[in-house]
């Protein structure tokens, strides 16, 4: 066992090209698992790729809440700083489902009131419920992106009877992070968390049994203008054996039995 990454992104320009090397600072680093986390279609398929030909990633196939409207958005003359994928969120649906046995999760899926603007979000929604039902039939956790839109994206969970979810890098208020917690959802914290007085609130006040490691490489880093990579994992670790009292075999002892909660599998 050893420490996991839950939502990275190793297909990003940024790293993909010097993904090998990045991948033996993860090990270095005590990482074992990182989850690496699909947009659209295209992504997916490149995600599959990457964990055929890895020992430590797993795939996560998704669609990312902007790619489920982004057509839309460009055609009504909204700008975005990404191209559209080629292919229609259904098709990246179909896809998902007919490989979901090399995949560890379905994700990235979700919703955005960051970029999408509301005239857009029951599309949005109806595209986020279709991919929610995939991962039920196939008993799947899911893995999400819930930007302005937490307490959303929390009912619509609850509605749908979801067990097993990780709101990743969340970004609501820690008194609703605590309501997630108390549902039985987890939530991961980014490798920025020591400059981000919100995640040290998580951290200290919301179930440990709840809590996993994530990077959402390369955003997110320790320190700004750099690079994010899976091996920043273990600052984050620190930081929570930190804040719990505990030692940092104690503490990833437990973050590792969280993990396993989650995905069913040791880290």
Known sequence: MGLFDVHAHLTHP????????????????????????????????????????????????????????????????????????????????DWAREHADEAIAIGEIGLDGYWVAEPYWARQEEVFRRWVQAAIDLDKPVILHSRKREARCLEILLEMGVRRADFHCFGGRVKLARRVAEAGFHLSIPANARRSQSFIRMLETVPRSQILLETDCPYLPLARETRNEPCFVADTAALAAELWGLEPDAAQAQLEANFSDLFGVAP
């Open 14 to 93: 940024d790293l993909i090209d010097d993904v090998e090397a990045v991948l033996t600072r993860a090990r270095d680093a005590g990482v074992t698992t990182i989850i690496s986390n699909g947009l659209n279609l295209e992504d997916n398929r490149t995600v599959q790729r990457l964990a055929a030909d890895s020992d430590i990633v797993h795939a996560a196939y998704g669609c990312y809440p902007v790619d489920a409207v982004l057509d839309e958005m460009l055609a009504d003359g909204f700008e975005y700083p990404r191209e559209p994928s080629a292919h229609r969120p259904e098709e990246a649906l």
